[in-house]
DNA sequence: GTATAATGCCTCATATTCCTATGTATATTT
DNA sequence: AAATATACATAGGAATATGAGGCATTATAC
């Protein structure tokens, strides 16, 4: 089963972050990294995730070069930024608060 | 502070199914139950609700019917049915399942 | 008494964001 | 030689929350 569209909005630049955060990699390596650490639940599309490289990388919050291989063609790599890496903080708790809320309203357990 | 539109795409029927779930309510009521419960979090606007309230009723997951006040005027009412019922489960099951799965990216514990 | 806020229902235009489809090109496997 | 995987990129369409607006009644504040 993978990860219902409606609830996947919001939380690509997380996912990108999170993967970015453990080490350099490019765009192609980022979906195949969701993929496997989240056993094909998170199967981002590329129509998705290069237009979000884009953006993310003109906010600064990571950093493109092409690195050429042995092989001839060029790979565009992303690293995080510090500012990706505080981004990644912030929307880290953003979403615990989110979770923790949306528990509270499923669970019924406060208010009147 | 208040819940990220982009995180709540996607999470408005099961929020409201988890109010109606509780007792009937009116649109209105569905509003201040979520903000109440929440503690302002999740303020649901109103063009947000009402639509999702008609394509719910359509889609049987809720029942509506008017109810005279003594005051004189009528309000539109809300009760969820069975159909609504074992979407709820449905609902709450999946974003279990993406909780786990988002926690597992984030928290970066398996996977190559 | 009258202005203001709160209650209560509803619709439409807009912005955001993801997906599908498409295009290009190279490398590897069968 | 053909098919598949790698790798980057853009355009068009679909879904959905918001903001702004409209309408009407009731309670509260001045």
Redo the contacts with the bound molecule.
Sequence with gaps: MSAP??L?????TVLILSALAREPM????IV?HLDSISEGYFH?????L?????RMEKDALIEGYWKSQT???E??MYQITSNGTSELFRLRAQWNDFHLNLTRVLDQKAGA
Tied chains: 1, 2.
């Design positions: 569209t409606e996947l909005k919001g939380n690509a490019h765009g192609y390596g195949k981002m599309r590329e129509g998705t290069y237009p979000h490289l884009h092989g001839g063609r790979r565009r």
